[in-house]
């Protein structure tokens, strides 16, 4: 049983910064890839971030530059950093781990960047 933990979530003023936190628990054995989503009301889920078990990463064009996502593999843990936000980068995050035995999502994180 896999469960996934997301944190850092909030309200901030438009130009400052966040940092999700995405903190996987029971049988992992390894994230082969960590990725951040985001959903605004009344859009798809788009993907924002991942990063591959190789540390290679892709990013969203509108993120480039302004976010980095990062893994901590001891720890199970892939984290979002959001720096420069923007009103439109408000929407529920939520991490998306795959692992050997298939693909997890979290409950989602809500981001609020007011302008």
């Known amino acids: 049983q896999v469960q996934l933990l997301e944190s850092g979530g909030g309200l901030v003023q438009a130009g400052g910064s966040l940092r999700l936190s995405c903190a996987a628990s029971?049988?992992?054995?390894?994230?082969?890839?960590g990725g951040w989503y985001r959903q605004a009301p009344g859009k798809q889920r788009e993907l924002v971030a991942i990063i591959f078990s190789g540390g290679s990463t892709n990013y969203a064009d509108s993120v480039k530059g302004r976010f980095t996502i990062s893994r901590d593999n001891a720890k199970n843990t892939v984290h979002l950093q959001m720096n420069s936000l923007k009103p439109e980068d408000t929407a529920v995050y939520y991490c998306?781990?795959?692992?050997?035995?298939?693909?997890?999502w979290g409950q989602g994180t809500q981001v609020t960047v007011s302008s």
């Open positions: 998306r781990i795959e692992i050997r035995t298939g693909v997890y």
């Open positions: 029971g049988s992992i054995f390894g994230i082969a890839a």
